[in-house]
């Protein structure tokens, strides 16, 4: 099995990770696909005037309901599209992807991780806002929305049908992917590897938490986006609370080194150890494991905030400006806090072995561990149930792709294989798993961001509408008195 990841990762490699600088900077290099993210949520910050700032507040008034209207269309609630994003990305991408960056990037590749996250603000309410405009209501009830929906038919309304569709369909094969790799076998990969060090059954026995773990998320993702939502709202802010405050608590512990982590932080960024690969190594570690972890201009959660009831499509795009500022600013920057004052990040530390390893997951478990000599147990606990959450999201997402393509009837066809490929995932290495799954997700980027720049402009139209009405009084109006 390692042998074909292996295949595959170079085949994808050599195709979109190639180096922009064409190895005329020595000792560092930049991957196509990274450099494409990096533009663009540059560009479109600068393009909507900073709305991940200006709207901020908008946007939580918007997810406590204040301007939900009698009018509004859709599947599920804004809070439960935001949970249901939230769950696929709050998980090991902050547990695991952080630690991984901060032991191959150092320190500094916090800092790069954290400004990925602001400009991801920004293409996630580009890419949610489009795929509300062009999301699409199946004769069945359900809602075909996301990056597949906006570059088809938008493309199309551009006079780009054929361009439109080869892109859409690049998409949906690279999420069906992506769900199958970052979603679900290294989920289940990165679990298994902290699991295994509380219960040793599980070391001796890793298939049997690949059955275990299949069987629960069947039963969940049979029952479609209704219950993947209702069981990710209730898990997810749980989830969150729980490892804030532990974060918080080691933190306090280790209140006099927390000065010295953020100097640390600030000046590796841009004077990173040789080790680090430069400033650009850095840089590729931080803006890499964002993506990794918000997802912003992938577009995969478009999939599941084109189900949102709302009457604007830029209000749920505002909504997901959340998305990134909770799970990469935040929570992503308290565990590499955790991680830098406690140390277990030196590859030639007393953890040396899940460093060379890249197991992140058991690494995160270790520097909690350094304060809380029982909270490993806690931690290999939610980190499962991290990992559970991710891979119900992602289902949906791969699930929608794939009816994209062949069709409503063959669902069933890929829950079976998604099934199938967590129980895969408990008997491959983690080294493997994670380069397929940073390779699958991120070049999920290359169509989505195409689409984008072409469909700015209703996104801007759309946008400068809904500021207008705010302004007048009219969207207070119109908003349902509780």
């Given at each position: 099995m390692d042998t074909i990841f292996e295949q595959i990762n170079s085949i994808l490699a050599s195709v979109f990770f190639f180096d922009i600088f064409f190895g005329q900077i020595e000792g560092s290099s930049m991957p196509f696909i990274v450099a494409w993210l990096v533009a663009g949520g540059l560009y479109m910050t600068l393009r909507f005037g900073f709305i991940n700032i200006r709207m901020f507040s908008h946007a939580y008034k918007i997810l406590t309901g204040k301007y939900r209207t009698a009018d509004d269309e859709g599947e599920i609630t804004p809070f439960q599209s935001l949970t249901t994003a939230l769950s696929a990305t709050v998980g090991l991408g902050n547990i695991a992807g952080v630690a991984i960056a901060i032991a191959i990037g150092g320190p500094g590749a916090t800092f790069w991780m954290i400004l990925a996250g602001f400009f991801g603000m920004t293409l996630k309410f580009t890419e949610v806002t489009l795929a509300q405009i062009y999301r699409e209501k199946r004769p069945d009830g359900r809602i075909m929305g996301g990056a597949m929906q906006?570059?088809?038919?938008?493309?199309?309304?551009?006079?780009?049908?054929?361009?439109?569709?080869?892109?859409?369909?690049?998409?949906?094969?690279?999420?069906?992917?992506?769900?199958?790799?970052?979603?679900?076998?290294?989920?289940?990969?990165?679990?298994?590897?902290?699991?295994?060090?509380?219960v040793p059954f599980f070391a001796d026995y890793p298939i049997a938490f690949g059955l275990i773990m299949a069987v629960i998320v069947g039963f969940v993702i049979i029952g479609g986006i209704k219950r993947i939502a209702s069981t990710a709202e209730k898990i997810v802010p749980l989830m969150v609370f729980i490892y804030l405050l532990a974060s918080l608590w080691i933190l306090a512990v280790n209140a006099s080194a927390v000065p010295g982590a953020i100097a640390t932080i600030f000046h590796e960024a841009f004077a990173p150890s040789a080790a680090a690969g430069g400033i650009i190594g850095v840089l590729v570690q931080g803006f890499k494991r964002a993506a990794f972890s918000s997802e912003a201009g992938i577009g995969s959660a478009a999939i599941v905030h084109s189900t949102a009831s709302v009457k604007y499509p830029v209000r749920q795009g505002m909504v997901a400006l959340y998305e990134p500022f909770i799970d990469t600013i935040v929570i992503c920057t308290m565990t590499a806090l955790v991680i830098v004052t406690t140390g277990v990040y030196d590859p030639s530390g007393a953890f040396a072995d899940l460093?060379?390893?890249?197991?992140?997951?058991?690494?995160?478990?270790?520097?909690?561990?350094?304060?809380i000599s029982w909270f490993p147990i806690i931690l290999s606990a939610s980190i499962v149930l991290f990992a559970f959450s991710t891979m119900i999201s992602w289902s949906y997402y791969g699930e929608r792709s794939w009816t994209y393509l062949f069709g409503e009837k063959y669902t069933l066809v890929y829950k079976l294989i998604f099934i199938s490929f967590t129980i895969m995932a408990s008997v491959t290495s983690a080294s493997a798993m994670l380069e397929f799954s940073d390779l699958l997700i991120l070049t999920m980027a290359l169509p989505n961001i195409i689409g984008l720049y072409m469909l700015q402009g209703d996104v801007k139209a759309n946008l400068d509408l809904y500021l207008q009405k705010w302004k007048s009084g009219e969207l207070d109006a119109e908003a349902i008195r509780k």
């Open positions: 906006y570059l088809s038919k938008g493309l199309a309304a551009k006079g780009h049908k054929h361009l439109g569709k080869v892109l859409a369909m690049l998409f949906a094969f690279l999420a069906i992917g992506g769900s199958l790799g970052a979603g679900n076998a290294f989920q289940t990969s990165q679990a298994l590897g902290a699991l295994s060090d509380r460093v060379a390893a890249k197991q992140g997951a058991a690494l995160t478990a270790a520097a909690y561990g350094t304060v």
